[in-house]
């Protein structure tokens, strides 16, 4: 059995499962050359993200008016990448 390569982000452990009849979703916690992180894959879609602790505390922070907001734009981002403003609505300019 060969070693993981250090500069390849490689899981710990297995990956856990969660989901309901909204959403299903693999978590994993995965070791990089930054540190540990959490891989979150959406089962349905395949897209994933990769945080780092700083990030998931920052979940801790929110309300769930936040996650509210993130639900009802589903696949969209709550701010534009490359201002930090919230995307325009469709339409507006």
Do not use: Y
């Not at 993981?4 to 982000?9: F, K, L, Q, S, V």
């Not at 990030?55 to 936040?66: G, K, P, R, S, V």
């Amino acid at each position: 059995m060969t070693s993981p390569r250090p500069d390849r982000p490689h899981a710990v452990g297995e990956p856990v499962t969660i989901g309901n009849e909204f959403a299903e979703v693999r978590v994993a916690r995965v070791e990089t050359r930054n540190g540990s992180r959490l891989l979150i894959e959406s089962c349905t879609s395949g897209r994933r993200v990769s945080l780092c602790p700083m990030e998931l505390e920052a979940l801790t922070w929110q309300t769930t008016a936040t996650f509210s907001a993130m639900i009802s734009r589903p696949h969209e981002s709550l701010v534009d990448d490359d201002s930090g403003d919230p995307p325009a609505e469709p339409g507006k300019h």
